[in-house]
């Protein structure tokens, strides 16, 4: 799942009730997604599973070609594209691994660490700077992952570190938006991101592969609409309200899960993985607000260096 990056919205207008439903809904089918992807993941490798989820996610995305036409393909940074979606691959592997193999809510509450990976990442590509305050939570953020991961006890699993790969995979992906939202829309983003995953992802679901038995496909028809359908909505909530207002909601993903695991597969949430989500997402909050007080900050310098008066 790639992360678009936020619209023209004000960061300092109230959450709109559109993007707030947008929001939710994004969480929603997510949540949703990881479910089914548990299921399928009983008669199916999850390299397979994340082949048919950009195959079925890319057809889902024809009403907006329908919409748009061929020229929303097109782009000055198609090679861009490709590293981008090459990482993005990577990272869909790991999380759709992660999602098969490790209790649903410890997969998720990992993947909620992205922000940490994001703030680095910044750093050290953008050139960012990051003050004392958001390096402070970017600490406190890999402290909540320990608390989780809780390495070298009887209850470290090596598969969290796949967990964490695939955080750190959406971070990178995260980052490269900030580029390509430069000059690109939206939908041009999700339309060649979505089509770039299928051919990416086939040869690692050929090395696994075997003929989805015949309950598997509606799973996997499903997985991928949903996958297409969270990304969609996050993209337009984005556009209406900023990123940090909208961020609760995105965590709505972790109760929906923990809820279906738990009536589901009988998956309980242990206090280790609780207490560590909640820090990761106390820092990933903080980091998110802080950033929108940064972008207003220099937003208002912008505009008064523009309106001083020239001599």
Known sequence: MSLPAAGAASPASP??????????????????MA?????ASHSLHAFEIAFFR??????????????HGWNALHTDRLWF??????????????????????????????????????????VLFLGEIVRMRRWSAVV????????IVRPGTDGFSAGSLVALLAAASTGAVTISI??????????????LTTWLWVPLSLPFALAVWQSPPAASWPLLVVIGMLGTLGQYLWTHALRLADASTLAPLSYLQLVIV???????FDERVDAWTAVGAAIVIGASLYIARREAQVARQRHAEAIAAKTEPQI
């Open 178 to 191: 900030k580029f390509l939202s430069r000059s690109d829309p939206p939908d041009t983003i999700v339309l």
């Open 35 to 39: 479910i089914l992807i548990r299921y």
């Open 15 to 32: 959450l709109p009730a559109r993007a707030a439903l947008l929001m939710i809904a994004s969480a929603s089918s997510f949540g949703l």
């Open 81 to 122: 594209y490709v590293v981008r979606c090459a990482i993005g691959t990577l990272g869909m592997l790991a999380g759709f691994w992660a999602i098969a193999h490790l209790p649903l809510a410890q997969a998720i509450a990992l993947s909620y660490s992205s922000p940490l990976f994001v703030t680095i990442g910044a």
């Open 140 to 147: 406190a953020g890999f402290v909540g992952v320990l608390v």
């Open 258 to 264: 923990s809820a279906l695991a738990w009536l589901l």
């Open 54 to 67: 950009s195959f079925f996610g890319a057809l889902a995305t024809a009403p907006l070609l329908l919409r």
